[in-house]
Structures are given as C-alpha cells and as structure tokens.
C-alpha cells in the first residue's frame, strides 16, 4: 500500500530563529536513533525544570521546525516531535511528548500536546493510543 505524502507548509522564519531550529532538528536527528525506551529517558531528563508550553507556543516551535527540515515536513514525525520540544525546551517551556498506534489501518506516531490537545496534527490522532509519552508534570500527575 502507498500512501500519498504531502509536506507541511512552511512559514517565513526570521533569520535569528533559524538556529535554534537547526539545532533542534540536527539534535532530535540523533535522539531519534535511541532505543525508545533510553530515548523517553533523555526526554524525561529534558522535560525537567521546564514550565508548560502552551498552544501557541508549541505549533510555533512546530512550524520552526517544519520550516528548517524537509524530513521534519513529511514523513518524520518522530524527528519533528523530538524537534519540537527540544526547541520548546530551549525557552525554558515543555509540551507533552507523545508516540502511539492505531490499528484500522495499523499505523504508528509520533506528537505533541499542549493542553491534552494535539498541536499541528489532524483530527485522527484521537484514534492513536498513546504508548509513550513525556509529560509535562503538572499534567502528569492528573
């Protein structure tokens, strides 16, 4: 089965953001080559002392994203999660990290919440079961 891949649209991205995105991107392409398990570790260890990113903040850190990676706008999801919130991260704000499947038809993914909404994403992610997540921990003790 093929499946018709569309990339995101990219937004203009003032030149003294550019780096940070880069960064972020280069860092989550070398994350993502972790075993699941140590790399929900580094993110947990990421995640702390950080304050809850909100919407806005989040689906900026998103569009950064997509707007300095090809990958990070089309098929990566996992590499534009990790991105996100390394980015989030770096001003000291932390979104919730998530990964999940669905299985009619079985797919797996990776995303970011920010008050237990799904930032950037379709309305289908409501049918993932989320697998792994790093949450922000006002959020991850309710």
């Known amino acids: 089965m093929s499946m018709q891949v569309v990339g995101e649209t990219r937004v203009p991205l003032a030149w003294r953001r550019q780096p940070a995105a880069r960064a972020a991107v280069a860092v989550a392409r070398l ?13 947990a260890v990421a995640s702390r002392g950080a304050r809850a990113a909100t919407r806005e903040e989040a689906l900026t850190a998103r569009q950064a994203v997509v707007t300095v990676s090809a990958r990070c706008a089309g098929r990566g999801c996992l590499q534009r999660s990790v991105a996100t919130v390394l980015l989030c991260r770096l001003h000291g704000r932390w979104p919730d990290w998530c990964t999940g499947f669905r299985t009619q038809p079985f797919r797996a993914h990776a995303w970011v919440e920010a008050g237990a909404e799904a930032v950037g994403e379709s309305g289908d992610v409501a049918l993932f079961h989320t697998v792994m997540s790093v949450r922000h921990r006002d959020r991850a003790s309710r």
């Open 31 to 43: 994350m993502v080559l972790l075993p699941p398990r140590r790399l929900r570790q580094v993110l």
